[in-house]
């Protein structure tokens, strides 16, 4: 089985601080994503990337960067941390392609507050 | 852009069939994807379907109409253990890879 494992499961951090968000896939997939969801707007894409040190933004990538050094593992970065970046965090990774031979496998999540 | 539209809840009993629909607007399409998640959990992959027509897999199934840019996702027998959210989902246009969510479905199930 694929295994994405996010370095923490919650985090508390405080306005201004420099996060970062750890993700390692164990499943030597080419593409990786990073999605914040939020109630009632579901899941929403920040960046992803499809190989190393390639990098693509999503829908909401202001505030955030990411970086990908190495294929299995794909970080988050909050620049300068804001309350309203309060939320779960999901990182998924998945095969290069499309459709059914590529499905997204997700973490467990990182549920970050930011006070 | 793209656009996804599902209920945001849907309540049933146990042992009844339920259908959550999906209507999308995408400059591309390259299938309509859904993922169910738990309270708590990861999202986790249902089907897929790239053409129109039904997907069937054990209680599961789902469905897709281009034409229509529209899908459902149908769940029969319905257990306790299927309450949860359900995501319908299209690849973004521009990437090729990402895939884009609704706003989620929450479903409860009472007996």
């Known amino acids: 089985d694929v295994k994405v494992t996010q370095s923490s499961r919650y985090l508390v951090k405080r306005t201004g601080e420099k996060v970062f968000l750890e993700c390692v896939q164990d499943?030597?997939?080419?593409?990786m994503f990073w999605y914040r969801q939020d109630p009632g707007l579901g899941l929403r894409l920040i960046y992803f990337?499809?190989?190393?040190?390639?990098?693509e933004k999503g829908d909401i990538p202001e505030g955030y960067s990411v970086s990908r050094e190495k294929k299995e593992r794909f970080s988050l970065i909050l620049e300068s941390a804001s309350t309203n970046q309060t939320s779960m965090y999901l990182c998924?990774?998945?095969?290069?392609?499309?459709?059914?031979?590529?499905?997204?496998?997700f973490g467990n999540g990182t549920r970050l507050t930011v006070t | 852009g793209q656009s996804l539209e599902q209920p945001s809840e849907v309540t049933a009993v146990e042992g009844a069939i339920v259908q959550i629909n999906c209507t999308y607007q995408?400059?591309?399409?390259?299938?309509l994807s859904w993922y169910q998640q738990h309270d708590g959990g990861a999202p986790t992959f249902l089907s897929y379907?790239?053409?129109?027509g039904l997907e069937e897999t054990g209680r599961f199934s789902s469905f897709l109409s281009r034409s229509d840019s529209y899908g459902y996702l149908l769940l029969q027998e319905l257990q306790m253990k299927d309450s949860a959210s359900y995501f319908c989902?299209?690849?973004?246009?521009?990437?090729?890879?990402?895939?884009?969510f609704g706003k989620g479905t929450t479903l409860s199930v009472s007996s």
């Open positions: 998924a990774s998945s095969e290069s392609g499309t459709g059914a031979k590529s499905p997204l496998h």
């Open positions: 379907n790239a053409l129109d």
């Open positions: 989902a299209v690849r973004d246009n521009q990437a090729g890879t990402a895939l884009i």
């Open positions: 995408t400059s591309g399409f390259y299938g």
């Open positions: 499943m030597d997939h080419e593409n």
């Open positions: 990337s499809y190989d190393v040190k390639m990098k």
